[in-house]
């Protein structure tokens, strides 16, 4: 019974691959500046300001608040490493296998987002 115990971790540890760091930040960082660019108020800032219903000076309040820019570095740093360990556990490597898995799990972010809100837009909680 104790052999059992041992040959398991061997196996996945022959089945898993190392992740390699410095991808996954670059991904995770590029994925920031994407986001930076695109939300900036060139682009579409204030078609944004405007689905979401803030006036612009709660936008500039919202914009010295430390956790929106928290919570932009750390999720492109979740789903980055996120995809790496599916591509880790598959087996897999290179940027195609990286582009279709990743664009797999944003697929699968976006649908269980719609099904748990119903397709409806997000209602303020007051």
Do not use: N
């Amino acid at each position: 019974m104790d052999k059992r115990r041992d040959r398991a971790p061997k196996r996945l540890k022959k089945t898993l691959k190392k992740i390699y760091h410095l991808p996954v930040l670059m991904a995770a960082f590029l994925a920031c500046v994407l986001g930076a660019i695109w939300h900036s108020q060139y682009i579409f800032r204030e078609q944004w300001r405007e689905a979401v219903g803030l006036s612009r000076p709660e936008l500039r309040e919202i914009l010295w608040w430390r956790t929106p820019h928290l919570l932009s570095l750390a999720a492109p740093l979740l789903f980055a490493y996120g995809v790496a360990w599916v591509l880790a556990m598959r087996g897999r490597k290179g940027v195609w296998e990286g582009i279709i898995t990743s664009t797999f799990l944003w697929l699968a972010v976006a649908v269980a987002s719609l099904a748990s809100t119903g397709g409806r837009e997000s209602q303020e909680i007051c």
